[in-house]
């Protein structure tokens, strides 16, 4: 039976963590529709315990450095798509004139989605803002015009449409965190729900 356009076991792959398996396509899953959002309107937000905000509307968000990152993926579904290509500015950046004593983050998205993250998990070349797949724009089914891109953790982490983070010091649950969801999301400990 083919799902999500093939099906291929782990076997003995070892860039497959437990409980996956491949797929050629890229599924589009979400928790809602997806929003309409024109870069022209796009901003990216970081807030921080203090309450002060820094802000990157798309323009400045293109200035930035970016990088090609080639990851692999991992749903928490199952599927897993290895050697993806994206482009995107990479969450250090955004951090260099953020100063914040939390150890967490909520990413917050257009539509009302949010996800937490332990901020180590973002930091050190671990997560970008993506605004490319495979040498194209971000399709807004998949998170375009931008989206983060964590691709150590499960990809309900990499919060589609993207427009902020909000500093917080305990690690309070997100939407899906919230609905059974592992707090944490390391597909290779199979952290899948709580």
């Known amino acids: 039976m083919a799902v999500f356009g093939g099906r291929r ?5 070892p860039a497959l963590p437990p409980g996956q ?13 997806t929003p309409s959002v024109s870069a022209a309107d796009w901003e990216f937000t970081i807030r921080t315990e203090t309450g002060k905000t820094h802000r990157w509307n798309w323009a400045q968000f293109m200035a ?7 990851a692999d993926i991992h749903c928490v579904t199952s599927w897993s798509k290895l050697n993806t ?10 951090f260099d004139d953020v100063e914040t004593e939390s150890d967490f983050v909520m990413a917050h998205s257009y539509g009302g989605y949010t996800t937490n993250l332990p901020l180590k998990e973002v930091l050190n070349g671990q ?5 490319e797949y495979d040498g194209k724009s971000l399709d807004p089914e998949h998170g375009g015009p931008a989206r983060l891109l964590i691709p150590h953790l499960y990809f309900w982490k990499s919060a589609k449409w993207v427009r902020g983070l909000v500093m917080q010091n305990k690690n309070a649950p997100g939407f899906w965190e919230r609905n059974g969801y592992n707090l944490h999301g ?4 199979e952290e899948r729900y709580s």
């Open 186 to 189: 390391d597909p290779w400990r």
């Open 9 to 13: 076991q782990r076997g003995d792959n």
């Open 85 to 94: 290509a994206w482009r995107g500015v990479s969450l250090d950046t955004f």
């Open 21 to 33: 398996f491949l797929t050629g396509s890229f599924p589009v899953l979400s928790a809602g529709p």
């Open 64 to 70: 930035l450095p970016s990088e090609i990152i080639s």
């Open 127 to 131: 997560a970008w803002i993506a605004h």
